[in-house]
């Protein structure tokens, strides 16, 4: 063979080898012209289940509950329970009429919403069970819980003293609206609470006389958790006040005294409670607990009734006690 034969044929291979490797690194680098490079299939819409770069999943807000108030109207109303009712404790003896001067009574439980406002403004320490003081993911609408009866009260005149302020308060760029009314803000009192519960004709629930589990959040619901505040339409009571039974307790404004309701004679006018500043024999508080009403979603149909008293310590914080604010109504309302 030839020298320029044997030249020809190895400038032949090194040629050939050469194209094979080109088109190798053309399918490697370059781009499949039968699909665009968009992040689709070449359909008008991309795929369901693939997430381009730089998309993050993005959840709607809550919209975010605001609070009312309800007015309760002056008059009587049915207070405790009969030695025969049904479950009926010692210290909700005896029953009696009870005269109440007209107020307002928040319709929803306070919420983590509502809370959280409070302890941004005043660096008040958040539930614990908020983490590094936020709300729980999408429990904004839920009712605060994990404050104690101090807490509750801190709220209630924080409250007060913005609707002191003008009409519109700024803070971090939000704007909060309150009402004129809200001036003068306390705890209800036990009194206020079971009226405002079960209405003029003492109601055992606060839809009626006979337990309906389908009508609050309780340990008979087929979740055992909280609920929104603004939930059960169904069981409001007469004054339209959300979850009076169920959900959680709540806070009120009194000491208290099993006793109170046997006092001769019985409070029969604007009650408020046992006197605080009374002492045992050894000079400790005589009534050292406050009254928590309402019942829990861990509550079974006996401890939901509008007349049921339950007490803690006032610095005792639990998932199942939360609370919602009072105030005196103007004269002739």
């Known amino acids: 063979m030839s020298p320029k034969t044997r030249l020809f044929i190895r400038l032949s291979v090194i040629i050939f080898l050469l194209g094979i490797f080109s088109f190798s690194i053309a399918g490697l680098m370059g781009q499949d012209e039968t699909k665009p490079n ?102 904004e609408n839920y009712p605060v819980v994990y404050v104690s009866w101090s807490d509750a009260v801190q709220y209630c005149n924080w409250l007060s003293e913005q609707a002191k302020l003008k009409p519109a308060y700024s803070k971090k760029g939000e704007t909060w609206k309150f009402d004129p009314q809200a001036d003068g803000l306390h705890l209800p009192t036990e009194a206020e609470w079971e009226k405002a519960a079960r209405g003029d004709e003492g109601f055992v629930y606060p839809w009626g006389a006979d337990f309906d589990k389908l009508k609050c959040r309780n340990a008979l619901s087929n979740i055992r958790d909280l609920t929104f505040a603004n939930d059960y339409e169904t069981g409001k009571s007469p004054y339209e006040c959300h979850n009076m039974s169920g959900n959680v307790s709540e806070w009120v404004n009194d000491w208290y005294d099993w006793r109170y309701y046997r006092q001769d004679p019985p409070p029969e006018r604007n009650p408020t409670g046992p006197d605080e500043s009374e002492k045992d024999s050894q000079g400790n508080p005589k009534f050292p607990y406050k009254v928590v009403r309402g019942g829990s979603w861990g509550d079974f149909a006996e401890d939901l009734r509008c007349a049921m008293r339950s007490s803690y310590p006032p610095d005792y914080t639990s998932f199942r006690i939360g609370f919602r604010c009072a105030k005196d109504a103007k004269e002739g309302e």
């Open 38 to 139: 968009d992040g689709t299939d070449g359909s008008e819409n991309p795929k369901e289940d693939e997430t381009l770069p730089g998309d993050e999943e993005v959840f709607p807000k809550p919209k975010i509950l605001e609070q009312e108030m309800v007015l309760v109207k002056s008059g009587q109303f049915i207070r405790g329970s009969k030695p025969e009712d049904k479950s009926a404790e010692v210290s909700e003896q005896p029953q009696g009429k009870v005269y109440m001067k007209a107020f307002y009574i928040d319709k929803y439980e306070v919420t983590n919403a509502m809370y959280k406002k409070f302890v941004d403004a005043k660096s008040h320490t958040p539930p614990r069970h908020w983490v590094d003081g936020e709300i729980p993911f999408g429990k």
